[in-house]
């Protein structure tokens, strides 16, 4: 058993039985059918098929003859080849009512398509059947139809038109091996958007034709052609008929017998009777061209051409697999209802139909990808929740698609609330990333933009901000107990007036040295309590500068507070050394050592910079126990060198880490 052509299943020497009358044993169903066409005139015995899947019977034949006269040009006397103007290169093919001949057309060097009747003895029905199609063709100037330039007869009689030659692919190969689209260079990865593409093109061709009173009768993939650059072309119209008055045109209701393609055929047109026929048949024909596009097959099959005659007359709705989509199923089903009355009222409500069908399949392949990449979404911040290292950068890309997706879905009728549904699903799950990550404000921005926002990730986003501002608070708190421990605040200020103190007292200590070894001034412990008592007013002087240019914190304050401490400290120092008794030497090395253990205690609670005066001192103490009499040269120099010292420390402006 093998499929013919126009894709019925015949078996081995079925080929005599497509050309001769039908034998066998009719079903009761085929039987009823017989009957039916009985009382149309109409013969069973009688049916035939041409090798191109076409049927024309007897009485149809004969009221073509009554309707066409056929009257081509003459052909130039003495020209052996078909016409002056035509020299034949090869055979194209060959059909059941004709042959096409390839051939240059010398004025123009061009080549063209030369259609003739494909046996030299040319009967009245093939050159009525001829013409009729040159004639239906050249009216036809559409795009989707291939141009008829002239019409001629042979110099044995037979007629023949010229027409534009098409280089291609029979659309009917690709539908039977959807492997020959890559090879034609189609898009081969969305082979039904491609085939449905097509018959939105044959849709344009017959909707031009109804608009010019034209009925085509025999669309099928077979006789659509597509060009090589994306051409579609809507061919042989040899049994078109017409529903308007027209002296050269067969009228369809004075169509009698059945005329087509059996396996595509309309109940109307199985039923022979033309007063039928109208825009709708053309509709049901385009509708089993769909169902071949969705199903792989035409709709009406059958072993024998009555067997097949009788699934069209019948025309029961098709039914379709799974995998078929709803919509297109249910277009496909009313283009091809058995009642014309229940199909779409023209071609072009038919291609509207296919056209709103492929917007929404695109809306749903972008539907079903948003869906894809939520999935991925979803999946990767669970990932990340469960302590998975997760790229942000990927993550963020997925969800501005996703995001993307679901707003483009949004704008498609029927897809609105699932469309808004995994907006808010993106929507939250990135909100909860956010969350995750703690960027709060991101994750206010991705809520706000939900109409109902879950109690949950209210909560969540709740608890993430008093989290957030008791770590707020507390940094807030660590950053004021650093500016208040920072000793680096005013350093410069503080720099400068350790370089005054240094330079003035190691000034007036030399000057008193001087003066008392001239003998013009003499020093002792009254002289000592007064330059303490004059030294610590001039330091509370500077204190006040300090406050004024400067705002102290609390490291500075204690500093100031210990300095006031040290002098008042000094003061009774000197004042109980001189109610002791004590010699002026000996009262200042202590004063000296005394000294050196303050700027010591300075250095570790306070200021680590304040070790030269500390250590300078340490020197100085012990140097004027040894060298008595040198008490106030070396009370100068270490002056000089210990607070020149710490200014120097102090302008560094660097606080030594503690060991």
């Not at 921005?445 to 109902?452: F, K, N, T, W």
């Amino acid at each position: 058993m093998r499929r013919a052509g126009d894709g019925t299943v015949i078996n081995p020497g079925e080929r005599e039985a497509r050309v001769r009358p039908v034998e066998g044993t009719p079903s009761e169903r085929e039987e009823k059918y017989t009957l039916h066409l009985r009382t149309q005139g109409i013969e069973a015995s009688s049916l035939t098929l041409a090798e191109d899947g076409t049927m024309l019977t007897p009485s149809a034949r004969a009221r073509v003859d009554e309707r066409v006269e056929v009257r081509p040009p003459p052909a130039p006397p003495g020209e052996p080849d078909l016409s002056a103007e035509l020299g034949v290169l090869r055979t194209l093919g060959v059909g059941g009512m004709g042959k096409v001949l390839l051939a240059v057309q010398r004025p123009l060097q061009r080549e063209v398509a030369v259609k003739m009747p494909r046996n030299a003895d040319v009967t009245g029905q093939l050159t009525a059947e001829l013409m009729r199609e040159a004639l239906v063709t050249g009216r036809l100037e559409h795009p989707n139809i291939v141009p008829v330039h002239t019409l001629g007869k042979a110099q044995d009689g037979a007629p023949f038109f010229v027409m534009k030659r098409i280089e291609g692919t029979p659309w009917r190969q690709l539908l039977d091996d959807p492997a020959a689209l890559a090879k034609v260079g189609r898009r081969a990865e969305d082979p039904l958007g491609f085939h449905l593409g097509v018959l939105l093109e044959v849709c344009n061709a017959v909707s031009f034709a109804h608009s010019r009173g034209v009925l085509h009768r025999d669309l099928k993939p077979d006789n659509v052609m597509l060009g090589s650059f994306g051409e579609v072309y809507v061919l042989d119209w040899g049994i078109a008929v017409t529903v308007q008055a027209d002296p050269l045109l067969s009228l369809a209701s004075d169509s009698h017998g059945i005329c087509g393609t059996p396996s595509y055929m309309a109940p109307e047109m199985a039923g022979g009777d033309g007063t039928r026929l109208s825009e709708r048949t053309d509709v049901f024909l385009l509708g089993a061209v769909l169902h071949h596009i969705i199903a792989g097959k035409p709709p009406h099959q059958g072993s024998t051409v009555v067997a097949v005659l009788t699934e069209a007359w019948e025309a029961k709705p098709p039914a379709f697999a799974a995998t078929v989509p709803d919509e297109l199923a249910a277009i496909c089903r009313r283009a091809m209802a058995r009642k014309p009355e229940e199909r779409y009222a023209s071609v072009q409500e038919l291609r509207d139909a296919l056209e709103g069908f492929l917007r929404r399949r695109d809306s749903l392949a972008l539907a079903a990808e948003a869906e894809r990449r939520l999935g991925t979404l979803e999946t990767s911040l669970a990932h990340k929740r469960a302590g998975t290292a997760v790229d942000p950068l990927a993550l963020q890309v997925a969800f501005t698609e996703c995001r993307f997706a679901f707003q483009q879905v949004r704008a498609v009728p029927g897809l609105e609330a699932s469309a808004k549904a995994g907006l808010s699903r993106a929507l939250m799950a990135m909100a909860r990333g956010e969350l995750l990550d703690e960027n709060l404000p991101a994750a206010r921005a991705l809520i706000s933009q939900l109409e109902v926002v879950p109690p949950e990730l209210a909560a969540e986003a709740e608890a993430l901000a008093q989290k957030l501002a008791g770590q707020k608070a507390r940094v807030a708190a660590l950053e004021h107990l650093e500016e208040e421990t920072d000793l680096n605040r005013a350093v410069s200020l503080r720099s400068r007036v350790a370089l005054a103190v240094s330079l003035v007292c190691s000034a007036a200590m030399f000057g008193i040295a001087l003066l008392k070894r001239a003998g013009v001034m003499p020093f002792g412990f009254r002289e000592a309590v007064v330059g303490m008592s004059v030294f610590s007013v001039a330091l509370a002087l500077m204190e006040v500068l300090i406050r004024q240019r400067s705002k102290l914190n609390e490291a500075q304050r204690r500093l100031l507070r210990g300095n006031r401490v040290a002098l008042v400290s000094f003061i009774v120092f000197w004042s109980g050394a001189w109610a002791l008794g004590l010699t002026f030497e000996a009262a200042a090395v202590t004063f000296m050592f005394c000294v050196a253990v303050n700027w010591w205690i300075a250095s570790v609670l306070y200021d680590r910079r304040a070790w030269p005066v500390a250590a300078t001192f340490s020197v100085a103490s012990p140097a004027a126990a040894l060298l008595t009499g040198w008490q106030f040269e070396i009370f100068a120099a270490a002056t000089l060198v210990g607070f020149g010292g710490l200014a120097l420390a102090w302008r560094a402006r660097t606080v030594p880490e503690r060991g």
